[in-house]
């Protein structure tokens, strides 16, 4: 079975540029989570969305935005770049158990800001 | 509001020694806990998790993790380190719902084994 693939593994952008990653989960998983990871922070929650509607959302500015399409894949934009924006972004694909969700992560798409 | 911390963001063990990561978790509802590794330049893999049932759970490479609710702790081990194990190793917890994904993650403890 196929794991998380998140495209592309490597960006550099420039610093007011908009920028969007892309995410296709496990197949049969319906939920799809973005994190931040940055050394100063470490990982931080953005959104989850589960059957195309945003269901969690984390403290992040309105320039992260992201959707779901039909067939579960995710994309995440991020408007006006800013240098802080450099991190590596994780995609995770989740499928509900009884009590809780096992979510499973990509190897993440590196985003450079300069 | 849930958390998580990681005491400890850089262990250094020598091979063959144990490895003790230590997390502990503020939670208002029942935990769910999960034990993540990263190699660099990678995602996080799943090691283990506690959901329900037996406290001290065994997951992949030899490790393993004890719950214990009355210290809110969730440390892991390994008796023997391995070279290969040197990696960054997150602690997280969830809600416990089957209706979020969400996950509340430590900072990360960076484990170095020296040979």
């Known amino acids: 079975k196929a794991g998380v693939t998140q495209t592309p593994r490597y960006l550099i952008k420039t610093r007011g540029q908009q920028v969007t990653l892309s995410c296709s989960p496990i197949?049969?998983?319906?939920?799809v989570s973005w994190y931040q990871q940055t050394p100063g922070q470490g990982l931080q929650f953005l959104f989850e969305?589960?059957?195309?509607?945003?269901?969690n959302k984390g403290n992040f500015p309105g320039r992260f935005s992201g959707r779901q399409f039909s067939n579960s894949r995710s994309e995440m934009n991020v408007s006006t770049l800013e240098l802080g924006d450099s991190a590596l972004y994780l995609c995770?694909?989740?499928?509900?158990?009884?009590?809780?969700?096992?979510?499973?992560f990509g190897q993440g798409t590196r985003l450079t800001v300069v | 509001a849930q958390s998580v911390t990681q005491l400890g963001s850089h262990v250094s063990v020598s091979e063959g020694a144990l490895v003790l990561l230590r997390c502990n978790y503020s939670?208002?509802?029942?935990?769910?806990l999960f034990w993540y590794v990263q190699y660099p330049n990678q995602g996080l893999q799943l090691l283990l998790k506690?959901?329900?049932?037996?406290?001290l759970v065994k997951g992949i490479n030899g490790f393993e993790a004890e719950f214990k609710k009355s210290e809110t702790s969730f440390h892991l081990t390994k008796p023997s380190a391995h070279m290969s194990d040197a990696a960054e190793y997150f602690c997280?917890?969830?809600?416990?719902?089957?209706?979020?994904?969400?996950?509340?993650f430590g900072q990360g403890t960076t484990l170095q084994v020296k040979p």
């Open positions: 995770a694909s989740s499928i509900p158990r009884q009590d809780y969700t096992e979510a499973f």
């Open positions: 197949s049969g998983h319906r939920s």
């Open positions: 969305y589960f059957s195309e509607t945003q269901r």
């Open positions: 939670s208002s509802v029942p935990p769910y």
């Open positions: 506690y959901t329900t049932g037996a406290t």
């Open positions: 997280a917890v969830s809600e416990g719902s089957s209706n979020t994904g969400k996950l509340i």
